[in-house]
């Protein structure tokens, strides 16, 4: 299948919101009586580019999408490092600055990393085999699904990871969750007009009826 310019763009909407959400997130924000990462106005997008990369262009491009967003992030990661051990200007006074946003830990590292591929992958297998089942109905029953459980991983695995110890794991947890599944959510109708609007104009609609899900491909 040729990759179009529209294919393209949703892919670059998709990276760019999770490097995005990944350099605001170690602001924490109050909002109302929930304390969450500022990441959380833009992470859940990522989620919704990456429902509609699967129902419009199936499994198997949706994998790879999610592979290059890995491999961008790890790219910035690298960089950033570089970039806080190089010498400091004498004039330049904002290195303790440089390194509380861009200073990842191993930790905070890891657990992004893994977070990030169990809960893309569990998403776009989810919605990718329901759109089988449902014989491509109900949209909205495979998007909001396959986000309940995506983000249900992702969302666990990076606050046990990064916040292990923490009182109050289970509360930061949930109301993560909640609130980034209450966001795509709202989304909804955005994602129905956007996934119509890609079917007709690329008169494509991808079933994955053979299709390897493994994670660990991205020739099939």
């Known amino acids: 299948m040729k990759l179009s310019q529209r294919f393209v763009i949703?892919?670059?909407?998709?990276?760019?919101?999770?490097?995005t959400a990944n350099i605001i997130a170690v602001k924490v924000a109050a909002v109302g009586p929930f304390i969450v990462p500022a990441a959380i106005i833009v992470f859940p997008l990522s989620y919704i580019f990456g429902d509609i990369l699967t129902e419009v262009y199936g499994y198997r491009l949706a994998r790879r999408v999610i592979w290059l967003g890995f491999l961008c992030n790890l790219i910035f990661v690298v960089f950033?490092?570089?970039?806080?051990?190089?010498p400091s200007a004498g004039f330049w006074t904002g290195q303790d600055s440089y390194v509380a946003i861009l200073g990842y830990t191993p930790l905070l590292l890891l657990a992004s990393f893994a977070g990030y591929l169990a809960g893309e992958f569990a998403n776009s297998f989810i919605l990718a085999k329901m759109k089988v089942i449902t014989q491509g109905r109900w949209l909205w029953t495979r998007t909001i699904s396959s986000t309940i459980v995506g983000q249900a991983l992702d969302t666990s695995l990076f606050i046990?990871?990064?916040?292990?110890?923490?009182?109050?794991?289970?509360?930061?947890?949930l109301s993560h969750w909640v609130a980034k599944v209450l966001i795509e959510a709202a989304f909804t109708p955005v994602t129905y007009a956007v996934v119509n609007y890609l079917k007709k104009k690329e008169s494509v609609d991808t079933f994955d009826y053979?299709?390897?899900?493994?994670?660990?491909?991205?020739?099939?």
């Not at 949703?10 to 490097?19: G, S, Y």
């Not at 950033?80 to 190089?86: D, E, F, K, S, W």
């Open 80 to 86: 950033a490092r570089i970039g806080q051990a190089l």
């Open 210 to 220: 053979e299709t390897n899900f493994t994670p660990f491909s991205v020739a099939d």
């Open 160 to 173: 046990l990871i990064a916040f292990w110890g923490t009182p109050a794991l289970l509360t930061m947890i």
């Open 10 to 19: 949703i892919a670059v909407l998709f990276v760019t919101c999770l490097i």
